[in-house]
């Protein structure tokens, strides 16, 4: 099976619809910049954050 690539929008409507809101004025993050921006923020914090579970489970 091949990888589907998605666009902003296709993956802006996934998140929207996983968490139950219908547009981005209704979720917390109220604009479709700050969501941007916490996914941005979120996928910069994760090779730190799987380093420290290695550290702690002693995975080479």
Known sequence: MAVQRLN??????????????D???NAPWKTSATLYQRINEYG?????RLNQIA?????P
Do not use: C, H, W, Y
């Not at 802006?12 to 809101?21: K, V």
């Not at 910069?44 to 730190?48: C, E, T, V």
């Open 55 to 59: 550290r702690e489970t002693n995975v």
């Open 8 to 21: 902003l929008k296709q993956i802006e409507d996934a998140i929207l619809q996983i968490m139950g809101f």
């Open 44 to 48: 910069q914090r994760l090779p730190m």
């Open 23 to 25: 547009s981005s004025e």
